[in-house]
T-cell receptor, first 114, second 114 residues
Framework: QQKVQQSPESLSVPEGGMASLNCTSS?????YFWWYRQHSGEGPKALM?????GDKKEGRFTAHLNKASLHVSLHIRDSQPSDSALYFC??????????????FGDGTVLTVKP | DAGVTQTPRHEVAEKGQTIILKCEPV?????LFWYRQTKIQGLELLSY????????DGGAFKDRFKAEMLNSSFSTLKIQPTEPKDSAVYLC????????????FGPGTRLTVL
């Protein structure tokens, strides 16, 4: 079973709209979560990380983490065509395990239509 | 600061050939990762090095895939012999272990095996 599951597989929103992406982990060892974005022809790039329960806001991007349910979401307000990309959720074990390994979900394809 | 560099960006090989992909991590980073990316399987971890020591070798990839880290600033991924099913994008990433564990990705090498 995939340890990090993302939904939906694809999402289309109008320019200026709100995009909401979801991610759930099945492994309670995962304590740290990242969102990565990959534009076509490029490598993934980290958008933001979240380690604590609640919301974390960076510009138009807000991540929300619920550690009890191991659910993390990413909300993009005022979506722009340049936000069209493949979005990955990634998780890692508690820092005490001393591993830098990330486990990635399968991704959500976001399309923002002008 | 220079990001992760990967060469070549594109590679076309005949079935049975040996190919070597190259990666230069971000200067000062001590974790290095090789991934394979396909639409069907998503991001799959091939190898993980910490300070040049092999930490994890993706089990399914052991027989024909060999990653090496010759020094802290250079890594190679050898595929021998290549098969058409190896056609994919190969990504290299690096991170600084005593920081946030954020992985910085290169642009990838697109491999086509005929």
């Amino acid at each position: 079973q995939q340890k990090v599951q993302q939904s939906p597989e694809s999402l289309s929103v109008p320019e200026g709209g709100m995009a909401s992406l979801n991610c759930t982990s099945s492994d309670r060892n995962f304590q740290y979560f990242w969102w990565y974005r990959q534009h076509s022809g490029e490598g993934p790039k980290a958008l933001m990380s979240i380690f604590s329960d609640g919301d974390k806001k960076e510009g138009r991007f807000t991540a929300h983490l619920n550690k009890a349910s191991l659910h993390v979401s990413l909300h993009i307000r005022d979506s722009q065509p340049s936000d069209s990309a493949l979005y990955f959720c990634a998780a890692s074990e508690h820092r005490n395990t001393n591993t830098g390994k990330l486990t990635f979900g399968d991704g959500t394809v976001l399309t923002v239509k002008p | 600061d220079a990001g992760v560099t990967q060469t070549p960006r594109h590679e076309v090989a005949e079935k049975g050939q040996t190919i070597i992909l190259k990666c230069e991590p971000v200067s000062g980073h001590n974790d290095l990762f090789w991934y394979r990316q396909t639409k069907i399987q998503g991001l799959e971890l091939l190898s993980y090095f910490r300070s040049k020591s092999l930490m994890e070798d993706g089990g399914a990839f052991k027989d024909r895939f060999k990653a090496e880290m010759l020094n802290s600033s250079f890594s190679t991924l050898k595929i021998q012999p290549t098969e058409p099913k190896d056609s994919a994008v190969y990504l290299c990433a690096s991170s600084f272990v005593w920081s946030s564990y954020e992985q910085y990705f290169g642009p990838g090498t697109r491999l086509t095996v005929l």
